[in-house]
């Protein structure tokens, strides 16, 4: 994750610097799966009075092609830490990201990356 809080892949030796989310967002918490075939990573959306959209999308290290595969619903989330309001995390399998935050509902979301 780049300074512009944007997310990059990049070889080991620092070559071939690319960023994989769109010029304009905020993403945050990049995740490998397993497998290493994906990366799944959030978009934390700003809105009036201090309330937060949280989305999460998988990208597809093959196509090079990013897919919502949670869409936030609107309102604060909570904080699970100091600043951390949610976290990504791959089911090991490798077939779905799962997100982890506070929620009156529930406190971990699966959603199918496939």
Known sequence: MG????????????????????E???YTWPAWSPDADRIVYSDVLEEDQGNFTMSL???DVASGASTEIY????????LLAEGVVH???W???SKRGLR?????RRACRCSSAT
């Open 57 to 59: 999308f998988a990208f």
């Open 100 to 104: 982890l935050s506070p929620s009156p």
């Open 71 to 78: 869409a936030g619903e609107p309102g604060v989330t909570g």
């Open 87 to 89: 976290y990504p995390l």
């Open 91 to 93: 089911a090991p399998d």
């Open 3 to 22: 300074l512009d809080r944007q997310i990059y892949t990049v070889d080991p030796d620092g070559s071939n610097l690319e960023r994989i989310t769109p």
């Open 24 to 26: 304009s967002g905020v």
